[in-house]
C-alpha cells in the first residue's frame, strides 16, 4: 500500500494532473464513465441495497452528473487567482490568494451511498488538481467492485486509484501519509481517522451522523409536513445520515402525525410494502438486528412488520418514546421513527440542545419567526424549514456536520476549497527600497509613526483611491527621503 | 484537573445562556481588547523588553499595531460578517429562502507560544470574540512578562464569565486538552502540533495548527544583491530571528553568495551597528534552552559574519553561515534564530528540487529582477504563504489568509478569515409549505417522466424566473 501511494506522489510531483485541460479531461471522461456504464452502475447499487433502478438513478447517479457539470462549468473561475485588498505599503505590488492541490488525497466512503459518497468527493478532489485513492465501503460490496473495475478504466492510473478491503486494509491505508482525508461514516471510527491523521499532520474532512430532530409546530401544514418526512424517512429504508431521525411535537400532534403518515405511505408503497419496488432493504443482518432490537418494548403505532431472510423491516412509527430509551440512544439508520412529545417549542429546543448537534435539523411550522427562533438557539451542520434533506441538494450550500456530526464541509466550491490549499502571494519589486528605510533600524518614533500608516490602512482597487494613494506614495517617499 | 473542569462547565453555562450571540456583547468585548492595549501600552513594551529584549519599534510594529488593527478591523465589519451569506438556487428551490448562517461553535481553546507573546494570543482572539465564542486562553509559560499581563490584566478587560485565561507548562496543558472543547486554536511547533491534534480526534474538535518549518528564501543572480540582503536580513534578525515566517535559509548561486555576502554585512552593520550587541533594535533569544540550542547551531559551515554569543545576555551576534551542507544540524531543524546558513544551487531548477525535496514550509521567499523566475518558484513549489522579492510582508495584509500547509500546519486566519475559522458554515433552506405539486415529483412510485421533470428542476439557475 505504501507503494501504492508512492506511485500517486510521484504522478502527482510531475505535475500532470495540475494544467487545468488535464482536470477537464478526466472529468469529463467520468462523465462519459457514468453516462455509458450507467446500466451496470445501477445495477451495483440496486444490487447492494435492494434499491430499483430508478431510484439508483435520481438518490445517486443524478447528484453525480450534476456535480460533474458544475466543475466542468466553474473549474476556471474557482482555479483562478483571487485578489485581496492591498495596504498602502504593497499598493503597487500584486497580492492574491492562488488555490494550489495539496497531493494525495484519500476518500473513505460509507454504504448508505455507496456511489455518490465515492465519487462526489472525487470530482471535487480532481477538480483541484489532486491524485486520489478512494476505499468504497466493503458492506456495498457490488458498488466497492464495480468502481474498482470501471474507474481505472476512465481516469488516468497513475494518479487516481481504487482500494478495497475491510477494516484490516483501511488501517493499513490510514498508516500512509495523505495530504487531506475526507472520511463518511460514524462517530467512532472518525475518531480513529482524525487521530491516523494527527500522526502526519493531515487535515480531515469527517462526514458523520447523529440524530437528525425533526419539530413539528402545532401552526403548520401537517399534512404537506407529514408527505414529506415520510418522503424522507423511509427514502433508502431509512438508512439516510440526513434523515429526519426523531419527531418532537406536542402530544396532541401525535395521532393526526400517525394516521397522515400512514396514508402517506400507503399513496408511495400501495398496500403491500413488500412488493413495492420502490422501498428497499438493511444493508446486513447486524444492521437488522440491531434495528429490530431498537423496536423492544416500544409502542409501535404502525408497521413494525419485520422479515429477516429479505431484511425487511416495514416503515414503522413509534409513539410516547421515552428520551432514556435505547431507540433515543443512537443514530437510528433505519425506517422506524419515534414520536417524543414536548409541550411546546422551548422544550423542543432544550431536548435538542442537551443532545449533541447533529448533522441536520428539521422544523416545519407555518410562523417563520419560529423557525428562525428554533434556528438561532439550537446549532447543526444544516437545516431545512418546511421539508426535510433538501438542503443537500442545493449544491451552493456547503454540506457538512459541526460537534458529533463531523467537521468541514464539501458539495460544489466547498469541495473545490476542501481539497486545495488556498495560498496567499505578494509579489513586490526590486525597486523603491527608499520606502523601506522606514523599517529598517536604526528605529525612531517618527518612523514608527510613517510605518504604521503605512501597513495599517487599507484600500479597495477603486480608481480615485488609487490617484489620491499615489500622491500620497510620492509624498510620502520624498519625506523619507528628505528628512529620515 | 478540577480546577480545569469547574471553569470550563462555568464557561459553557455562560455559553448556553446565549450571551455572547448578539453583536453588542461581541463589540462590547473587542472594545474592551481596545482600551486593554491602549492603557497598558507602556506595561506590555515593557514586558516583551523584558521577555524578548524586544525594541519599541518592533513591539509597536509587530504585536501592539497589528493587534489593535485586528480589533478595528473586527468592530469595523462584525455586523456585516455575522450577516446570514445567501447563495443561489436551483429551480426546484427558486422561491424559497437559501442562507449558509454563521454560529460559534461554543468553547475555544487558544494555545500560545512565546515569541510573539501578544499578538499570537489577541489576533486569534479577536476572531473567536468576533464569532461569539466563549475562549479559554493559555499563554505561553516561556514569555513569563506577558503571561503575568494576560492572567491579572487582560480579564479586567472582557467578561469573565465568557473568558478564562489559565496558567501552566506542558504537563497542565496536557491535563487541560483531555477536555472537550469545540474548536482549538493552536500556534507552536508540529511536534506539539501532533499531539493536539490527536486530544482533538478524542473529541472530534475542529483544529487550526500554525507550526512552522524551514522557509527557503531563493535569491537569483539576476538582482541588486544589497536590496535583497536589506531585505533578507531584516526579516532574517526582526525579533532575534525568532519568527516562524522568517527567511530560514538562503539557496543562491556561487557567484551572488560571493556578492550577498559583503553586502549582508552592509545591512547588519547599518541595522546594529558595529557591536550589535549594544543595539537596542536587536532582540534576545527567549531563554537557556532555545540559547544552548543555537549556540550549537554556529558551529554548522563555516561563519561569515557574526558567530558571537553572549550566555549571560542571552546574546547571539546576526550571523550568516556558509559552506553549510544538507546534512548538518542547522539544516536539519527551524532555526529560529538569529543564524542564516547560505546554501549555493547551480540554478534554479536544483533550488526548485531541494525546496521540494523538504516539507512544505510555512513562507517561501524568492528574490528576482524577473517575474518569470519569481512565477516559475511559485508555480513549482507550495508553500503556506509567498512573497516574492520581500520578506513576510503578506503577513501585514489582513486580506491574504494566514496559514500553512502540509508540516506547517492547516487552517488559517487573520482579519475575515479569522472570523470564518471561528465560525459554524450552517447550510440553511427554508422552503415554503406550498409549491407541493413539484415536490410531488419526487415521490413514489417513481416513474421515468416524473424523473425526467425533476431533473430539470434541479438544475442551477441564478436567475429567478420560474416554470410556475
Not at chain 1, 410562523?367 to 444544516?382: A, H
Not at chain 2, 486569534?124 to 513569563?144: D, H, Q, Y
Request: proline share 5%.
Amino acid at each position: 500500500m505504501e507503494r501504492q501511494v508512492q506511485r500517486l506522489r510521484q504522478a502527482f510531483r510531475s505535475g500532470r494532473s495540475r494544467p487545468l485541460r488535464f482536470r477537464m479531461q478526466q472529468l469529463e471522461a467520468l462523465k462519459r464513465m457514468v453516462q455509458e456504464r450507467e446500466k451496470d452502475i445501477l445495477a451495483a447499487i440496486a444490487a447492494d441495497l435492494s434499491k430499483s433502478e430508478l431510484n439508483a438513478y435520481s438518490h445517486e447517479v443524478i447528484t453525480i452528473l450534476g456535480e460533474i457539470d458544475f466543475m466542468l462549468a466553474n473549474l476556471p473561475e474557482l482555479a483562478s487567482a483571487k485578489p485581496a485588498k492591498k495596504n498602502l505599503l504593497t499598493m503597487l505590488d500584486e497580492a492574491y490568494v492562488q488555490p494550489e492541490p495539496l497531493g494525495v488525497v484519500l476518500i473513505i466512503g460509507a454504504w448508505n451511498y455507496p456511489f455518490v459518497l465515492i465519487m462526489q468527493p472525487l470530482v471535487g478532489a480532481i477538480a483541484a488538481g489532486n491524485a486520489v485513492i478512494v476505499k468504497p465501503s466493503e458492506l456495498s460490496e457490488n458498488t466497492a467492485k464495480i468502481l474498482a473495475k470501471l474507474l481505472p478504466q476512465y481516469l488516468d492510473q497513475d494518479l487516481y486509484a481504487v482500494v478495497n478491503g475491510g477494516v484490516a486494509e483501511t488501517t493499513e491505508l490510514l498508516k500512509q501519509r495523505f495530504d487531506h482525508i475526507l472520511y463518511t461514516g460514524n462517530t467512532a471510527v472518525g475518531k480513529i481517522v482524525m487521530e491516523a491523521a494527527a500522526k502526519h499532520l493531515t487535515p480531515v474532512t469527517l462526514e458523520l451522523g447523529g440524530k437528525s430532530p425533526c419539530y413539528i409546530d402545532r401552526d403548520c401544514d401537517l399534512d404537506i409536513a407529514c408527505r414529506r418526512i415520510t418522503w424522507g424517512k423511509y427514502m433508502n429504508c431509512g438508512q439516510t445520515c440526513i434523515a429526519p431521525d426523531y419527531v418532537l411535537c406536542e402530544a396532541s400532534l401525535q395521532d393526526r402525525i400517525v394516521q397522515k403518515m400512514k396514508e402517506t405511505v400507503k399513496d408511495f408503497y400501495g398496500e403491500n410494502i413488500k412488493d413495492s419496488p420502490d422501498y428497499e432493504r438493511i444493508i446486513n443482518l447486524r444492521h437488522f438486528k440491531r434495528l429490530q432490537s431498537l423496536l423492544e418494548g416500544q409502542k409501535i403505532a404502525f408497521g413494525g412488520e419485520t422479515d429477516e431472510v429479505t431484511r425487511y423491516i416495514a416503515p414503522t412509527i413509534l409513539t410516547d418514546v421515552d428520551p432514556n430509551s435505547k431507540v433515543m440512544q443512537e443514530e437510528i439508520f433505519g425506517p422506524i421513527l419515534p414520536i417524543v412529545s414536548v409541550k411546546n417549542v422551548d422544550e423542543a429546543i432544550n431536548f435538542i440542545n442537551d443532545r449533541e448537534k447533529p448533522l441536520a435539523l428539521y422544523i416545519f411550522s407555518h410562523n417563520n419567526k419560529l423557525i428562525k427562533r428554533v434556528i438561532d438557539e439550537t446549532s447543526s451542520g444544516g437545516v431545512t424549514g418546511n421539508d426535510v434533506i433538501m438542503h443537500f441538494t442545493v449544491n451552493s450550500l456547503p454540506f457538512g456536520g459541526v460537534g458529533a456530526s463531523g467537521m468541514g464541509a464539501y458539495h460544489g466550491k466547498y469541495s473545490f476549497d476542501t481539497f486545495s490549499h488556498q495560498r496567499p502571494c505578494l509579489l513586490k519589486g526590486l525597486k523603491g527600497e527608499s520606502i523601506n528605510k522606514l523599517r529598517y533600524p536604526p528605529n525612531s518614533q517618527s518612523k514608527l509613526s510613517w510605518a504604521k500608516f503605512f501597513l495599517l490602512k487599507q484600500f479597495n482597487k477603486g480608481g480615485l483611491v488609487m490617484l489620491m494613494v499615489a500622491c500620497l506614495a510620492v509624498v510620502a517617499a520624498v519625506i523619507v527621503k528628505e528628512y529620515l | 484537573m478540577d480546577s480545569f473542569e469547574d471553569t470550563l462547565r462555568q464557561l459553557r453555562e455562560a455559553f448556553n445562556t446565549g450571551r455572547t450571540r448578539t453583536a453588542e456583547f461581541r463589540a462590547e468585548q473587542l472594545r474592551g481588547l481596545s482600551r486593554f492595549l491602549r492603557d497598558h501600552k507602556q506595561q506590555l513594551q515593557e514586558a516583551l523588553a523584558q521577555d524578548l529584549h524586544k525594541s519599541t519599534f518592533e513591539s509597536e510594529v509587530s504585536e501592539i499595531a497589528i493587534s489593535q488593527a485586528e480589533v478595528d478591523l473586527a468592530l469595523r465589519n462584525l455586523r456585516s460578517w455575522m450577516k446570514d451569506e445567501k447563495v443561489s438556487k436551483n429551480l426546484a428551490t427558486q422561491l424559497d429562502s437559501a442562507f449558509i448562517r454563521k454560529e460559534p461553535f461554543g468553547l475555544v481553546l487558544i494555545i500560545v507560544p512565546w515569541n510573539y507573546p501578544l499578538n499570537l494570543t489577541l489576533v486569534p482572539l479577536v476572531g473567536a470574540i468576533a464569532a461569539g465564542n466563549c475562549v479559554v486562553l493559555k499563554p505561553s509559560e516561556t514569555s513569563k512578562a506577558i503571561e503575568k499581563i494576560l492572567a491579572e490584566i487582560l480579564p479586567r478587560y472582557l467578561d469573565q464569565s465568557c473568558f478564562a485565561v489559565v496558567l501552566g507548562g506542558p504537563q497542565e496543558t496536557g491535563q487541560l486538552l483531555e477536555h472537550r472543547f469545540d474548536y482549538i486554536f493552536f500556534t507552536g511547533n508540529a511536534y506539539v502540533g501532533k499531539i493536539v491534534m490527536a486530544a482533538a480526534a478524542k473529541h472530534l474538535t475542529p483544529i487550526t495548527l500554525e507550526l512552522g518549518g524551514k522557509n527557503p528564501c531563493y535569491v537569483d543572480d539576476n538582482c541588486d544583491p544589497q536590496t535583497v540582503a536589506n531585505r533578507v536580513a531584516w526579516f532574517r534578525y526582526f525579533n532575534a530571528g525568532q519568527t516562524c515566517v522568517a527567511p530560514d535559509y538562503i539557496l543562491c548561486s556561487q557567484e551572488m553568495q560571493e556578492q550577498l555576502v559583503p553586502a549582508l554585512q552592509n545591512a547588519v552593520t547599518r541595522f546594529y551597528g558595529d557591536n550589535p550587541q549594544t543595539s537596542p533594535n536587536l532582540g534576545r533569544i527567549i531563554n537557556q534552552k532555545h540559547f544552548k540550542r543555537l549556540q550549537g547551531l554556529l558551529g554548522c559551515g563555516r561563519v561569515a559574519i557574526g558567530g558571537q554569543s553572549d550566555e549571560n545576555d542571552l546574546y547571539i551576534a546576526p550571523t550568516v553561515l556558509v559552506d553549510v551542507q544538507e546534512t548538518e544540524p542547522v539544516m536539519q531543524e527551524e532555526i529560529f534564530g538569529p543564524i542564516l546558513p547560505l546554501l549555493t544551487v547551480k540554478n534554479l531548477d536544483e533550488a526548485i528540487d531541494f525546496i521540494n525535496r523538504r516539507e512544505k514550509p510555512l513562507a517561501l521567499y524568492a528574490f528576482s529582477k524577473r517575474s518569470q523566475v519569481i512565477k516559475q518558484v511559485l508555480a513549482r513549489t507550495s508553500s503556506g504563504g509567498f512573497c516574492g522579492n520581500d520578506g513576510f510582508m503578506h503577513m501585514t495584509l489582513s486580506s491574504l489568509p494566514f496559514g500553512g500547509v502540509g508540516a506547517s500546519g492547516m487552517g488559517r486566519y487573520h482579519g475575515k478569515f479569522s472570523f470564518d475559522t471561528f465560525s459554524n458554515q450552517r447550510a440553511c433552506l427554508l422552503r415554503s409549505p406550498g409549491m407541493e405539486k413539484i415536490n410531488d415529483l419526487r415521490y413514489p412510485p417513481y416513474s421515468r417522466r416524473n424523473l425526467r421533470m425533476l431533473l430539470v428542476a434541479m438544475q442551477e439557475r441564478s436567475c429567478s424566473c420560474t416554470l410556475l
